[in-house]
């Protein structure tokens, strides 16, 4: 089962291709307050993404009215996918198994196809309140909600969102062999504990200890920024599957290079500036309608942040775009010289 593609997804999911299949999947990590239907849209129109995951719907201990499974995935409404056909997963986070059950009956009536449930979410309130990484410091808390989600929908594919333990690693194979045992399809590992945070390095060749204790798929996350990051990451977790967050922001045609060189060998010159700050553009459209101006200029900000940290032009033009407060400013300043 080891690299293998992801079971029992929705018709035409993943990739057509089935070269590219074999040479392995790339998914869009979801990330709170950041990756929302914007820009999933975005990112997957980009090319080379095989499904995307949502931030994460929280749960309590109460069912969500079904307009709150819509709001943060517009998606459901399209059959559980992007406008270009790209697979959307729903994820959920909560500790509480009867919660969680009920409310992944109440996701898939709303139009989930496939849910993933987060035991990796780092965020302080996140774990003070008992969800996400927290969790991992029990394997029988882990085995308990992802057996409780998959008994309520034995019809919908569930995997686990995890990463190597909270303080240490411990407890990482009882964890991810507690994901298993309750039902879990795939596993998705990010490479660090929760203390560590998203400083690197990734440890990926703990993934691959993980990989051989376990009989589903996994799929590897964490410090993914560049093809030769792709390669390595894949090199020593041995996984032949990845999921891209931040390293998508940074270079928005990250996948579509990946993919490129996964089916000629060939290595694409760097993303131009041109070829990102289009994106950043197409991203201030999508939002104009929605909301105020003043929060569209900061999440442009926000992502043009993450951006400079491994492109120089990018770092470069953000010295000056972040002293802009206007929207119209902003996207005439992504198409002028790079010092004004």
Known sequence: ????????????????????????LIGLAPMEGVIDVTTRRLLSAQGGLDWVVTEFVRVVDQPLP??????????????????????????????????????????????????????????????RHGGGASMLKSPSDIHAT???????????????????????????????????????????????????????????????????????????????WTLEDYWQARALSGCRNVMIGRGLLSDPLLAARIRHWQRTGEQLPTTQWAERAAVLRAFAEGLADDLPEK???????????????????AAERFVHLRTLRHTDDLLDALDGPATP
């Open 1 to 24: 089962m080891f690299g293998t593609a992801l079971p029992a997804m929705p018709p035409a999911a993943y990739y057509a291709d089935p070269s590219a299949s074999r040479a392995g």
């Open 295 to 313: 929060v569209v200029v900061s999440l442009i900000k926000q992502w043009l942040s993450l951006m400079r940290q491994h492109d120089t032009e």
């Open 66 to 127: 079904p307009r709150v499974f819509h709001r943060l995935c517009p998606e459901l409404a399209q059959g559980a996918a992007t406008a270009d056909g790209t697979p959307v997963q729903l994820q959920l986070l909560g500790s509480d198994p009867t919660a969680m059950a009920e409310n992944a009956r109440i996701a898939v009536g709303c139009g989930a196809t496939a849910l993933d449930i987060n035991f990796g979410c780092p965020a302080k309130t996140v774990n």
């Open 146 to 224: 992802v057996a409780a989600v998959c008994r309520a929908v034995p019809d919908t594919p569930v995997s686990a969102k995890l990463r190597l333990g909270f303080e240490d690693r411990q407890l990482a194979l009882q964890c991810a062999a507690a994901a298993v045992q309750g039902g879990a399809r795939w596993l998705t590992l990010h490479a660090r504990t929760r203390k560590e945070g998203y400083r690197p390095p990734a440890h990926w060749e703990w993934i691959a200890r993980i990989r051989h204790h376990v009989n589903v798929p996994i799929v590897a996350n964490g410090d993914i």
